[in-house]
C-alpha cells in the first residue's frame, strides 16, 4: 500500500510546512500502525492527527462524533480542502443511507462520519465491514467514560470496530480527560496498551483570572475598554446574552449575542461577523464553541459559574491561540454560589425525576405506548415546561440526560412551523378574492400546492409561498393572518426552538429502569464535578497549576500570572516592603543619608529603598532636609 508523507499531505491539503508537537510523534505512530490516545487541549489540532494520517494511505476512515452540527462542521471543512467525506446523521432516507453507504465502500472517499448509535444499527455495521478501512478515530472520547463530563452510553459501543478490524490502528481523541476516564476510554476501546500523547496543559501566556464582581455588566465593559484585541463573554442565560450585548454596544463596545435559539442562518451570520472582526465582542451561551478557530481571541469572561472544570478549560482555551498574552477571567458574587447550588446541584435530574419528564414529554407530544420510535418532534421549550410547571433548568438538564442514554436526540433549533386550513366554502371563497384582489395570487397557489386544505390542517412553507410570489417571507405571514382574521382560514403557528427525535418507542417503566443505574452514576459525577468548580473557586494555589492537576499532569513551577500567584506576588512585595522600612528606621536613627547612601549602605535594590522612601514620606514618618537627605522625624 503506497504512503504519502505526512509533511507532503500537510502541505497539500492545509497548506502549512510544519507540524506542531507532538503532532509529529502521534502520525508516525498512527502510520506505524499502532493504537494511541490523544489528549490535546482545545485548539491543539487534535483532528490533524487522525486526518493527515488517513489521508497517507488508501482507504477511508471511520470518524465517530457526538455531535450532528461538529460532524457537519468537520465535513464541510474537509470538501473545502478538496477532500472526499461524508456522513451518516439523523432525519435520511433509506435509500439516501444506502447510497452513502455504497458511496463509503466503492466511491474512493476517505472520511465516514458517523454518531455512536449508528453503530448499534446491524445494517451500518455490516456494510462497515465491507469498507476499505485505514484507520478508526473515535471522536470527543471522553464520552465512552461514565466518568467523563459528557458521558454517552452509545460511546461504549465503540469498541466494536477494534473488535471488526482488530489489525487497524485507532485512535481516541478529546482535550479534556482525567486519568480515572483515560483509563476507562482504554479499557472500553480494548487498546488498554496503547501510549497516551499529551501536551501540557498549562498555557503559559494565558493569565487565568477569578474575580469577586458585584457588578459584572459594567466589569465587563471596563475589561474590554482597557484590554484591545476581540473577546468571548460566556453566560447561562439567552436572555442575559441579548441583554448583555445590547449594554455593551451602549457602552461603545461592539458585540452581537449567541445562543441555542438562533437559525442556522442567524449563527452563520453572526459568527462570520465575529471572526471577521467586524462584531468585537461575542456574549454566548455554551451553545457558541464548535468550529471556532480564532487566533486573536484576546479575553474570555465566563459571567456565570461553569458546571465543571472540563468545561471551563475548553472554554477558556479559546483564548490566546496565537501565542500572545491573554485573559480568562471568571466573574463571581454571593447570588453566583447560591446558583451553583440552587440551579445546579438541586437540578440534577434523579431517576424519579427523569420518569416523570419522559412521561409529560410523550403526552405533550401525544405519543401513545409502544409509538414514537423514530419520529421527530418540533416544540417550544418554554412552553412544555410551563404547560407543566416543570422547572426550566431541570426538565433541560432531563432532556439532555435522555439524549446522552440515546432515548431522544435532542437538538436546539429555531423553527417556526406554520398551518391552515380552510375554513369557508368555494363561493366565499371567490367572493373574498374578487373584493381583495392583492390576496388572489396567494391563495390561487396555497390551493395548487397543497392538496387537502380544505379537509385537514396542512403545514405549508412560508418561504416557499415568499418566493413563489416574489414577496417578502413577513408580507406573507401577515397576510395569512390576515386571512385568519377575516375567518377564512384556521391558522396555528408554532415558534419552535428544539428538535426532539425518539430513538426508541415510548415505554414508560421500562424505558426508565433499563438507564435506571446509568442515570444514578451520571448524577453523583455531576456532584462531584460542581465540587470541583467550588474548590477551583476557593484556592490560594495557582490557578494554572490547579488545573493541569486535575487533569493528571503534575508541574512543579506555577505559573506566577494567574489571579493567586499575582496576590502572592503582591504579598511578599509588601513582607519585603516592610523589611525595608525597619531596616531604613534603623539606619536613620543614627543621621540623616541620602537615597543613595541608603542603597550603597544597605545593600538592597535601589527601586525597594525608593518605594520605602517614598511610602514613608507619605506617611510622614520620616521628612526630608535641604540636603535631600532622609531623617526620622
Given amino acids: 500500500m ?15 510546512n510544519s507540524f506542531r508537537p507532538p503532532q ?7 502510520n506505524n500502525g499502532e493504537n494511541a490516545l490523544v489528549l490535546l487541549p482545545t485548539g491543539g489540532g487534535k483532528s490533524v492527527c487522525y486526518q493527515v494520517p488517513a489521508l497517507s494511505k488508501e482507504g477511508i476512515c471511520i470518524v465517530i462524533s457526538p455531535l450532528v452540527a461538529l460532524i457537519n462542521d468537520q465535513v464541510k471543512q474537509l470538501k473545502e480542502r478538496g477532500v472526499k467525506a461524508l456522513a451518516i446523521t439523523g432525519g435520511i432516507s433509506y435509500s439516501e443511507l444506502n447510497d452513502r453507504l455504497d458511496n463509503a465502500i466503492y466511491g474512493n472517499y476517505k472520511f465516514l462520519y458517523l454518531s455512536p448509535e449508528r453503530l448499534q444499527q446491524e445494517l451500518i455495521t455490516e456494510r462497515i465491514r465491507q469498507m476499505p478501512v485505514n484507520l478508526i478515530a473515535i471522536d470527543e472520547a471522553h464520552c465512552i467514560s461514565q466518568w467523563g463530563n459528557d458521558f454517552r452510553p452509545a460511546y461504549r459501543s465503540c469498541g466494536i470496530l477494534k473488535d471488526m478490524f482488530p489489525n487497524i490502528p485507532l485512535v481516541a481523541l478529546t482535550a479534556t480527560a482525567t486519568p480515572e476516564v483515560v483509563k476507562d476510554i482504554k479499557e472500553n476501546l480494548h487498546i488498554t496498551e496503547a501510549p497516551t ?10 493569565r487565568y483570572w477569578i474575580r469577586p464582581c458585584h457588578d459584572k455588566h459594567y466589569e465587563i465593559s471596563r475589561i474590554f475598554h482597557k484590554l484591545s484585541g476581540s473577546g468571548i463573554v460566556y453566560i447561562r442565560s439567552r436572555k442575559k446574552s441579548v441583554t448583555l450585548s445590547q449594554e455593551l454596544n451602549q457602552r461603545g463596545i461592539s458585540a452581537a449575542f449567541f445562543h ?39 479575553c474570555v469572561i465566563h459571567a456565570d459559574l461553569p458546571d465543571s472544570l472540563e468545561n471551563y478549560f475548553q472554554e477558556s482555551g479559546r483564548a490566546g491561540r496565537d501565542g500572545k498574552e491573554s485573559w480568562a477571567m471568571l466573574l463571581y458574587n454571593d447570588a453566583d454560589l447560591e446558583t451553583l447550588e440552587n440551579q445546579f446541584v438541586k437540578t440534577i435530574p434523579d431517576r424519579k425525576f427523569i ?26 421549550f418554554n412552553s ?25 436526540r435532542l437538538s436546539e433549533q429555531f423553527r417556526r412551523s406554520v398551518s391552515l386550513q380552510f375554513t369557508v366554502n368555494n363561493h366565499k371563497l371567490f367572493h373574498y378574492m374578487d373584493r381583495n384582489p392583492s390576496y388572489e395570487g396567494l391563495i390561487q397557489l396555497i390551493l395548487r400546492t397543497y392538496g ?16 413563489k410570489t416574489g414577496m417578502e417571507e413577513k408580507r406573507i405571514t401577515a397576510m395569512l393572518h390576515q386571512l385568519a382574521t377575516d375567518e377564512l382560514i384556521e391558522l396555528k403557528v408554532v415558534n419552535a426552538d428544539t428538535s426532539i427525535t425518539f430513538l426508541q418507542p415510548r415505554e414508560d417503566h421500562h424505558t426508565i429502569n433499563s438507564i435506571a443505574r446509568d442515570i444514578d452514576i451520571q448524577r453523583k459525577n455531576k456532584i462531584e464535578r460542581i465540587a470541583h468548580v467550588r474548590s477551583f473557586l476557593d484556592t490560594d494555589t495557582c490557578l494554572s497549576r490547579y488545573l493541569s492537576e486535575y487533569f493528571g499532569q503534575k508541574t512543579a513551577s506555577s505559573c506566577g500570572n494567574c489571579s493567586n500567584c499575582s496576590k502572592q506576588k503582591t504579598a511578599k512585595g509588601e513582607r519585603d516592603i516592610n523589611m525595608v522600612r525597619k531596616v ?17 549602605h544597605l545593600g538592597v535594590p535601589e527601586d525597594k529603598v525608593l518605594h520605602a522612601l517614598h511610602t514613608m514620606l507619605q506617611e510622614e514618618e520620616i521628612s526630608r532636609n535641604q540636603k535631600n537627605e532622609y531623617y526620622i522625624k
Fill in 2 to 16: 503506497e504512503t504519502i508523507s505526512p509533511e507532503k499531505v500537510l502541505r497539500s491539503y492545509w497548506g502549512y
Fill in 24 to 30: 509529529k510523534q502521534i502520525i508516525t505512530h498512527i
Fill in 197 to 206: 500523547f499529551s501536551a501540557s496543559f498549562e498555557r503559559a501566556n494565558l
Fill in 260 to 298: 441555542g435559539g438562533l437559525s442556522a442562518e442567524e449563527k452563520k451570520s453572526k459568527l462570520e461577523d465575529w471572526l471577521e472582526g467586524k462584531v468585537r465582542v461575542m456574549v454566548a451561551t455554551n451553545a457558541f464553541g464548535m468550529g471556532i478557530d480564532k487566533a486573536d481571541v484576546r
Fill in 355 to 380: 420518569g416523570l419528564l419522559y412521561n409529560k414529554l410523550c403526552n405533550f407530544l401525544q405519543i401513545a405506548y409502544g409509538d414514537g420510535s423514530g419520529e421527530t418532534f418540533q416544540i417550544n
Fill in 384 to 408: 412544555f415546561c410551563h404547560t407543566y410547571q416543570l422547572n426550566p433548568v431541570a426538565a433541560y438538564n432531563g432532556l439532555q440526560l435522555l439524549d446522552r442514554n440515546s432515548v431522544i
Fill in 452 to 467: 387537502g386544505v380544505f379537509d385537514i390542517m396542512t403545514a405549508v412553507n412560508t418561504r416557499l409561498l415568499a418566493t
Fill in 584 to 600: 531604613v528606621i534603623h539606619t536613620l536613627s543614627k543621621g540623616p543619608m541620602s537615597s543613595r547612601a541608603l542603597v550603597e
